[in-house]
């Protein structure tokens, strides 16, 4: 499930982790970035609700994205694995030049479109150009290798997280979200203590990281993205360290971006962009 | 208050910050040391239980102590600041190897002890060898900027914490304890945003950070100490931010350490000790 090749001369559509309980009447500013990096009035928005349970979860959306401006958003009903198969909703989904999976359980989307034609579908179109935005397990869902559940707590724990296989639209980044509102710091830290090859990004709640082709992630809403660098990791014990032990992680580079500071999963550097400009 | 100078010929006692509920009965690891340190059996420990609004505080560290082998271990009475300035509480207080904090609210602390004699007497104790411990709001109280209270949550926020001046043992770091269990991450991010001059120590419960003459953190208990270097910041907006706004911070470098690991709060190394030769 690794990220699709982006063809030669086709450039990687957005990929937009979302903290969740994004604002969607007043001031909807990532909903309204989002809408308009896909096309504005002539965006094509195909929802994916799989992750809740909720019945008008889909309709809901469709009238937030058609009170924006939208004329073809669509909620696209893979309840069940045969449903992400094949059929009209994925035909419909090709004509998307904006994907959006909302909350729910992160678990229902992996195990309903995981390894389907819909997931590669959506791997496919990300490369080509679609941009694919995900809100709270959406946003979970969203990379190679996903949170599936985990405890809170600041600190690091043995056993306080547990990895599953996501989308796998990139494999730079863990996600997770509801970040400050419920505790995830140290859930966070124990999954990338495991391998410290990727770049953890803790979204507060309303807080959109919306990642480029390439790979800065801008920061969008009322909150933060703190993004847990552990490149310079001098250690971690987590080989040897026994169940609900804490893991000693020495060298963790941590960074909380507010909107108009951005991150590059690349070069791995902070800016502080429009903010220090800001300063006398 | 800051830090009583160490006389030629004199040794600093250690300061020891526990994280708050660290274990009395099975394997009282930390108070076990902190005896140790003292003088084992011919410890003198002084207990000031004035956080605490519970009337038993004092007498009940006196039985831990004496369970432990201590022949003098004594409450004092400092309940006023009347209390504080004089009198034979005070001249007890002198005779002590060792002084140990309770919890309870590090307000009542400053408030009833800050500026009187006690105070004084307690820093150049310390200054002359004599090893100080507090725990939870005890903890909070050593150092010369002392988190008063604020705010849960993950990521830094203006207003999401208020300091205070404590007992100015040291002024290089700032404590917070129950670290791990209360989510306390955010607001000691925001205490250092206001200038990293200081390091953060964050004190998971049931976990000691000792902390000796040479300036190196040793950690005892069964959780972790979260220190927090901002001496890499490459960015603050806390001049710019507004009241409840995240606070944007770039380049924090975070250690976890656990039982083995050290800090050195001078030179701001981190080192694995025991838990990296233990590997293969």
Same mark, same amino acid.
């Not at 979970?140 to 809170?152: Q, Y």
């Given at each position: 499930m690794s990220p699709s090749r982006v063809e030669d001369g086709a450039t990687r559509g957005q990929i937009i982790p979302i903290g969740g309980a994004e604002e969607k009447l007043n001031e909807p500013q990532i909903l309204r970035r989002f809408v308009k990096l896909c096309g504005g009035r002539r965006a094509r928005i195909a929802i994916i609700p799989t992750a809740s349970l909720a019945s008008d979860t889909g309709s809901r959306y469709e009238?937030?994205?058609?009170?924006?401006?939208?004329?073809? $958003?669509?909620?696209?009903?893979? @309840? %069940?694995?045969?449903?992400?198969?094949? /059929?009209?909703?994925?035909?419909?989904?090709?004509?998307a030049t904006g994907v959006f999976l909302t909350g729910g359980n992160q678990l229902r989307l992996s195990t309903h479109l995981g390894g389907t034609p819909a997931a590669k579908k959506i791997r496919l179109m990300n490369a080509a150009g679609v941009h694919v935005a995900g809100t709270s397990a959406g946003a979970?869902?969203?990379?190679?290798?996903?949170?599936?559940?985990?405890?809170?707590g600041s600190s690091p724990r043995v056993g306080s997280v547990t990895l599953a296989p996501g989308l796998g639209l990139t494999n730079r980044i863990v996600i997770d979200q509801h970040f400050r509102q419920r505790e995830r710091l140290g859930r966070l830290l124990t999954a990338l203590a495991y391998n410290p090859f990727a770049i953890g990004l803790g979204l507060d709640e309303d807080t959109? $990281?919306?990642?480029?082709?390439? @790979? %800065?992630?801008?920061?969008?809403?009322? /909150?933060?993205?703190?993004?847990?660098?552990?490149?310079?990791l001098e250690f971690s014990s987590m080989d040897t360290a026994h169940p609900n032990d804490p893991v000693c992680m020495l060298g963790v580079k941590l960074h909380i971006l507010v909107p108009g500071a951005t991150f590059n999963l690349h070069t791995r550097e902070a800016n502080a962009g429009g903010l220090a400009a800001g300063k006398g």
């Open positions: 009238s937030i994205f058609s009170d924006l401006g939208v004329d073809w $958003a669509e909620a696209l009903p893979f @309840e %069940t694995r045969h449903d992400a198969e094949g /059929g009209e909703a994925l035909e419909r989904l090709g004509e979970a869902f969203l990379s190679e290798h996903m949170i599936a559940h985990g405890e809170e959109a $990281a919306f990642i480029g082709h390439d @790979e %800065t992630v801008e920061v969008v809403g009322t /909150g933060a993205v703190t993004v847990i660098d552990p490149a310079g």
